[in-house]
């Protein structure tokens, strides 16, 4: 791979309104705002040339990627190591309860429920990312959730992950080097091994 372009899934349903859905199971479609999102995200990138498109095994994330590469034969590939957080209890409930929840305890704290810690969900997305730098295709888009995308963008400003962090704008692309992404994947695996929260942003 030689480039990459990270891009979030457009509005949905439960994120407009605050829910949190870290279940690949539950139906959760794009709004209209979002399907709209995503089709300027495909006018955008529409002189690139993708030879590969990477989701999450969310339906609003694959929804997004079939709006933006609307008559392009790109071959897909599921990773559900891209899939959002497993909130476990949380589920169902506003991303408030959950961000609060997170600033409160250390990352390696399982979610109640069932859920995963963000030491194990970063982790996890390093491993979805050196999937992608591994692949054969020069340029590679994904599209994916807020968290894996802010993670890579903050490593790249030399920050680690924190429990609360600042949202990605929907279907907004963004373009980076292999090169850029080895930087930021590496800072990622060396938190995740040794993870511990510092100051939040």
Do not use: K
């Not at 372009?5 to 859905?21: C, F, P, Q, Y």
């Not at 079939?66 to 190591?81: E, F, K, M, S, T």
């Not at 990352?107 to 979805?128: C, F, K, Q």
């Not at 400003?157 to 850029?180: C, G, I, K, S």
């Amino acid at each position: 791979m030689d480039e990459v372009i990270l891009a979030r899934h457009g509005e949905s349903e439960l994120s407009v309104v605050g829910t949190v859905n870290g279940d690949p199971a539950v139906a959760c479609a794009l709004t209209a705002a979002g399907e709209e999102q995503a089709r300027q995200l495909g006018e955008r990138l529409a002189e690139v040339e993708i030879e590969l498109c990477v989701t999450s095994e969310f339906e609003r994330a694959r929804q997004t990627a079939d709006l933006a590469l609307a008559g392009r034969d790109v071959p897909r590939l599921v990773l559900p190591h891209l899939n959002d957080v497993r909130f476990g209890s949380f589920e169902g409930g506003t991303l408030a309860d959950y961000r609060e929840w997170a600033a409160a305890n250390e990352p390696t704290v399982d979610a109640p429920g069932g859920g995963e810690s963000r030491s194990g969900t970063v982790a996890r997305y390093v491993g979805a990312y050196r999937m992608i730098l591994a692949r054969p295709e020069q340029t590679v888009l994904v599209v994916a959730h807020g968290l894996p995308i802010r993670y890579v963008l903050n490593a790249l400003e030399e920050t680690d992950p924190a429990p609360l962090v600042e949202q990605v704008a929907y279907a907004e692309p963004y373009r980076l080097q292999a090169a850029e992404l080895e930087l930021a994947v590496e800072r990622l695996d060396r938190w995740a091994r040794t993870p511990a929260w510092t100051q939040q942003g």
